[in-house]
T-cell receptor, first 112, second 111 residues
C-alpha cells in the first residue's frame, strides 16, 4: 500500500507565476489535509477536504490560494501570482474519517 | 482552542545517552496526542500516538511517551539515542480533524 504521494517534490517559480501542488492520498483514505511549513517553524494547517468538498479552509490565505479534491484524481493546492513569502514546504496528509493523518514527503516551493 | 508548546527548540545529547523532549498542551476538551519525526528534506513520520487507555505509549525506534493529564504534558523519551535519531521532532494535538503542531525540537546526537 503506497503512502501519500506528492509531486513535484521541488518546485521553482518566479514571482507572479502559478504553482500547482498535487497530492494523492493513501488508498482508502477519503480525507486530505494541506499544511505549510515555513523555515524553522512547525506545520500550520491550511485546509481540510473530502472528495468534492472543502470542509474547513480556515488556515488558507484569503487571496491567491485555492484547493480542490475532485471525484477523480489527486488533490490540488493552487497558488496564483506567487510571491517570495510563499516559499515554504507544503505537506499533504490523508486519513480515513476521524483517524490518524499520514503525511506525504512534501513539496518544497521556492519563489525567485 | 488547543495549543502546543515544545519547551526546547534544540536538544544536544551524546550518543547512547537518554533524552527527553518536552511537550505541553492546552485544551478545554479531551484530545489526541502525537509525536512525529522529520528527517532533513523529508515528510513527517508518525512515532507514536495517544488516543486513550494506558498513559505510557510505546512507539517506533525505541521511543515512548507518557501522557500526564494533570500536568497537560506528553513528553517523549528514549533511554539510549543513536546518531541516526538526529532529526526534528514535532508534538501535535488533535480534536476531530484539526491538528495543531508545536514549533518543533531539533535533536542533535553527538558521537
Amino acid at each position: 500500500n503506497a503512502g501519500v504521494m506528492q509531486n513535484p517534490r521541488h518546485l521553482v517559480r518566479r514571482r507572479g507565476q502559478e504553482a500547482r501542488l498535487r497530492c494523492s492520498p493513501m488508498k482508502g483514505h477519503s480525507h486530505v489535509y494541506w499544511y505549510r511549513q515555513l523555515p524553522e517553524e512547525g506545520l500550520k494547517f491550511m485546509v481540510y477536504l473530502q472528495k468534492e468538498n472543502i470542509i474547513d479552509e480556515s488556515g488558507m490565505p484569503k487571496e491567491r490560494f485555492s484547493a480542490e479534491f475532485p471525484k477523480e484524481g489527486p488533490s490540488i493546492l493552487r497558488i496564483q501570482q506567487v510571491v517570495r513569502g510563499d516559499s515554504a514546504a507544503y505537506f499533504c496528509a490523508s486519513s480515513p474519517p476521524e483517524e490518524t493523518q499520514y503525511f506525504g514527503p512534501g513539496t518544497r516551493l521556492l519563489v525567485l | 482552542a488547543q495549543s502546543v508548546t515544545q519547551l526546547d527548540s534544540q536538544v544536544p545529547v551524546f550518543e547512547e545517552a537518554p533524552v527527553e523532549l518536552r511537550c505541553n498542551y492546552s485544551s478545554s476538551v479531551s484530545v489526541y496526542l502525537f509525536w512525529y519525526v522529520q528527517y532533513p528534506n523529508q515528510g513527517l513520520q508518525l512515532l507514536l500516538k495517544y488516543l486513550s487507555g494506558s498513559t505510557l505509549v510505546k512507539g517506533i525506534n525505541g521511543f515512548e511517551a507518557e501522557f500526564n493529564k494533570s500536568q497537560t504534558s506528553f513528553h517523549l523519551r528514549k533511554p539510549s539515542v543513536h546518531i541516526s535519531d538526529t532529526a526534528e521532532y514535532f508534538c501535535a494535538v488533535s480534536k476531530g480533524f484539526k491538528t495543531i503542531f508545536g514549533a518543533g525540537t531539533r535533536l542533535f546526537v553527538k558521537a
